[in-house]
């Protein structure tokens, strides 16, 4: 049977990881399930490790999972669709119109500005340096958090190219923000798992 949905919310931050017992950092691992994390749990908070080193195949169980428990009651969460992004840009673009081709909103490469690290103390990231920053810490655009930079972020979109068939959308701390912004499509292999690659869920109802 169709399920028919009234509507959906993106998640507010990228998807955060707490509660883990020990990270891989390696990304040598091949396999299409693959998380670097051991243990944890995903959450949508302000402030946390941000769930990286995870696989496209990955993101997308973990999405579908974290609402598993509300089955029967009219509501799916999902590993974020290029539709979903490219409606959220469409609403931030209300008040921000550049956002989807130059933004200083995102933690990008070239930016700088002030952030809260996963010990609660204040630090400055300055520009010219890479720095992965923890969930909700750049300017929030219509109360949406790091959409552009930050981590790049898997989708449930498809490409025709066989080895990068999955795309991921945003750019990262390691991009710049007048090239990898948060309209930027990239394509990768689905067992890709690196230090820039996250995904965000949203909630259909």
């Given at each position: ?79 974020c669709s290029s539709y979903a992004w490219d409606t959220a840009l469409k609403f931030i673009q209300i008040n921000y119109p550049n956002y ?106």
């Amino acid at each position: 049977s169709q399920i028919m949905y009234g509507g959906f919310y993106i998640g507010r931050y990228e998807t955060g990881i707490m509660d883990y017992s020990s990270v891989n950092t390696s990304t040598s691992n091949t396999q299409e399930e693959y998380t670097g994390y051991n243990g944890g749990k995903a959450v949508i908070q302000k402030g946390k490790q941000v769930w990286n080193y995870i696989t496209r195949d990955k993101a997308r169980k973990v999405s579908e999972d974290m609402y598993k428990k509300l089955n029967g009651f009219s509501v799916n969460s999902k590993l974020c669709s290029s539709y979903a992004w490219d409606t959220a840009l469409k609403f931030i673009q209300i008040n921000y119109p550049n956002y989807n081709t130059n933004s200083n909103q995102g933690n990008y490469y070239n930016q700088t500005f002030n952030y809260i690290d996963l010990q609660g103390a204040t630090n400055t990231k300055k520009s010219s340096t890479s720095t992965l920053v923890p969930t909700g810490q750049t300017t929030a655009v219509n109360n949406i958090y790091d959409m552009g930079g930050n981590v790049w972020e898997w989708t449930s979109e498809d490409s025709n190219n066989e080895s990068s068939s999955c795309t991921r959308r945003g750019g990262s701390y390691g991009s710049e923000s007048n090239g990898s912004t948060a309209a930027y499509r990239r394509y990768d292999s689905r067992v890709s798992a690196d230090s820039d690659m996250s995904f965000r869920m949203t909630l259909y109802l």
